[in-house]
């Protein structure tokens, strides 16, 4: 797949010398040396996962399970380079490690950086499952080609996630019911300062112990008049860091006040869009029509994530409670803007059932009460039997307990620590010694202790 159309730009190189003649031109006038008319696009390579080249780590961490620790990543990550003469270097699976970055480089001043945020889950099965991580991968390639980093195949991208938790899943994600967080980040790279479409990116994928989560109630407040997450034309349908940096004083400040996130509003209409970095669903039954809806905000305007756990709710929720389920009600499935005074009048009005929010972090988290400028609402049911149904049955596919397209089985290699060979070891032990006897050398032999 080709870069982004503007870094394919700087690609072009000329060629070849022009025959048009300039103004003034007589037999022993110079021609420009070069002009702009014909061109050549060098062929970019793809990132290719064939071509992974793997080393595994001599030093394997000790296993944990506690997400608190300063480390939580497995031992390994995955690592690719690009750049726009030549594309992407070959992909390497390493022991996982500080990166290499120049302090010019573009994300360090330009927020040239986007992620994803996908699980692995270890089934009641056995079995190592993701959950649409197609879906991870194509949001990926719009969030970096929202701000000029590169694209790639989403396929490759697809099968690189997969290869490191065939690696570390199986020393990492032994139990089940339990599952990895993963996260593939991209960043503009480079050693150059300047307001420009980076040059060189990498993209690094890693693998992190994660809590087991049954997401408690929780209590939301509603951003102030000043504080707008995402705008029309803006970026807040990109998983870039630069949406969530702005947000952190003001997801402070909701859980000093002892609420667990920020509802984001949405201009003077108030429109409701998302709680924290989840999407936001309310059950409630319409004023006009008398049927009940579960409702969220829309995609068309792209001031919202299009969420890999949203979209599954409204998919299992148009397939499975559009009828009567036993005793409870079908449902309206509805993607619009709704306001803040709706749901207030739902409220009054004893229409707002359920609330909840949805994010692959901590799931599908019901919400219980919203704080809205002086204004407290709360929905009939605190932990809703329609959140916990969908919930039951997300849970059910990523956990294998239902069979189901959605949940992807990946193999799994494991990785064995290479034993090291002592008689190498002593031979190497012996150099050092006796180049710490050299005094040109003891200096940077210090040196080298102390990096490592
Ligand atoms: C701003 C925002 N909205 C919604 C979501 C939920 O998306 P998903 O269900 O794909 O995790 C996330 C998390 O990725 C997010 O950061």
Redesign the pocket.
């Known amino acids: 797949m080709s870069p982004p159309s503007a870094v394919g730009q700087n690609l072009v190189r000329v060629t070849a010398a022009s025959s048009l003649a300039g103004p003034n031109y007589t037999d022993s006038s110079e021609p420009p040396a070069v002009a702009p008319v014909a061109t050549t696009v060098p062929e970019l390579a793809e990132l290719d996962p064939s071509k992974v080249k793997i080393t595994l780590t001599r030093n394997p961490k000790p296993f944990h399970e506690n997400p608190g620790a300063p480390d939580t990543t497995t031992d390994h990550w995955i690592t690719a380079k690009w750049n726009y003469k030549t594309g992407w270097q070959t992909p390497e699976l390493k022991p996982s490690g500080p990166i290499d970055l120049w302090p010019a480089a573009s994300c360090l001043h330009y927020a040239t950086e986007c992620f ?3 699980k692995a889950y270890r089934g009641f099965d056995g079995s190592l499952r993701l959950f649409r991580p197609n ?2 991968a194509a ?1 990926m390639i719009i969030s970096s080609t929202r701000i000029a980093l590169p694209s790639c195949s989403p396929s490759a991208l697809e099968e690189l996630i997969k290869l490191l938790i065939s690696h570390d899943a199986p020393k990492w994600l032994p139990k089940p019911g339990t599952c990895l967080y993963i996260r593939p980040t991209m960043i503009g790279t480079g050693t150059a300062l300047g307001v420009q479409i980076p040059k060189e990116a990498m993209l690094f994928i890693l693998a992190a112990v994660f809590p087991v989560l049954d997401a408690k109630p929780m209590r939301l407040l509603a951003s102030r008049e000043n504080s707008i ?2 705008w029309p034309g803006g970026f ?1 349908f990109a ?1 870039v860091g630069a ?2 940096g702005p947000s952190l004083m003001a997801h402070e400040e909701a859980q000093s006040k002892g609420y667990d996130q920020i509802l984001w509003i949405f201009d003077k209409s108030c429109q409701v869009t ?1 709680a ?4 936001f669903f309310v059950i409630w039954r319409n004023k006009d029509t008398n049927k009940l809806q579960l409702i969220t905000a829309p995609l068309d305007n792209r001031i ?9 709710v409204l998919e299992i929720a148009r397939d499975r409670l559009t009828g009567t389920t036993g005793e409870l009600e079908g449902l309206e499935i509805v993607e619009r803007t709704y306001t803040m005074t709706d749901l207030i009048d739902a409220h009054k009005d004893g229409r707002f059932i359920e609330a909840f929010a ?4 901590y799931f599908i988290s019901p919400v219980y009460d919203i704080h809205f400028r002086g204004t407290d609402i709360q929905p009939l049911q605190k932990s809703g039997r329609y959140t916990t149904l969908i919930k039951g049955w997300l849970k059910g596919i990523m956990y294998g307990k239902e069979r189901n397209e959605w949940a992807v089985v990946v193999k799994e290699v494991g990785f064995k620590t290479e034993t090291i060979d002592e008689t190498e070891v002593e031979a190497f032990a012996k150099k050092i010694r006796e180049l710490k006897g050299n005094t040109a050398w003891a200096a940077a032999l210090e040196r080298v202790a102390r990096e490592i």
Not at 305 to 311: K, N
């Open positions: 994803e945020g996908l879906c991870n949001r997450r995402s807040g998983k949406n969530y998302e924290g970095a989840s999407n919202i994530l299009d969420g890999i756990t949203r979209r599954s949805t994010g692959t972090a």
